[in-house]
């Protein structure tokens, strides 16, 4: 039987730069590194949206 230590919230909101990592209930979970498909799906999705007026944006990070 494993088991895994759990973070407070507060400290995951405390660390710095872009995160890494996902926060499921109480623990780090490593975030999916994305692949050329994602890429050229996200690029598609940006430019069909900006020709429907509407604002498109790829990676952003909220703080």
């Known amino acids: 039987m494993s088991t895994t230590a759990l973070i407070p919230v507060e400290e995951y909101l405390r660390l ?28 598609l999705l940006i430019l069909m949206l900006s020709k429907q007026g509407k604002i498109a944006l790829s990676e952003l990070t909220f703080e």
């Open 16 to 43: 710095t730069g872009k995160p890494t990592c996902e926060y499921i209930n109480g623990v780090l979970h490593a975030k999916a590194m994305p692949t050329t498909l994602h890429a050229w799906i996200q690029s």
